[in-house]
């Protein structure tokens, strides 16, 4: 969510007219004038102050980030997530899958890498309980290697 309901910005010949035609007087090229965050061109580069919209997140004030990518990590609820928020409430099912498809399974990487009697082992002993995250039961083929999941 946004913090920031004004900021400072300065008169630009990029974007004098959309600035004029929200009802901005303008003095001259340079200047500073205040301008509503709302009122910013979406691809503007101004910083504003952000917070994260999950209610459970541990560090919900967020440095301050450019509008632009503001309005880029706006999810489809209207909300703005940090990145671990996101993941978390999002994208982990496709994190996942992307990295598997990037790189090697734990499985795959246990028998490229190790004798078939040592790769037999591991995999005899994964603990399919311990492994769980997100109420799915993940095996070796869906842990990439090197990665926490």
Known sequence: ????????IKWHYMTKEHYESKGYPFTKYGDEFLVRVRDLTKGSNVLVDV?????E???????????????????EDGKYYCRKCAIKLYDYENTRKSKLKNSVSFYDWC???????????IMGRWDYELNIKNGKILSPKDISYSSNG
């Open 111 to 121: 028998y490229n890498n190790l004798s078939k009697e040592e790769a037999d082992k």
């Open 57 to 75: 997140c541990e560090n919900p004030y967020l440095k301050p980030m450019t509008y632009n990518n503001y309005n880029n990590y706006i999810h």
């Open 1 to 8: 969510m946004l913090i920031s309901d004004w900021v400072k």
């Open 51 to 55: 917070k994260c919209g999950c209610e």
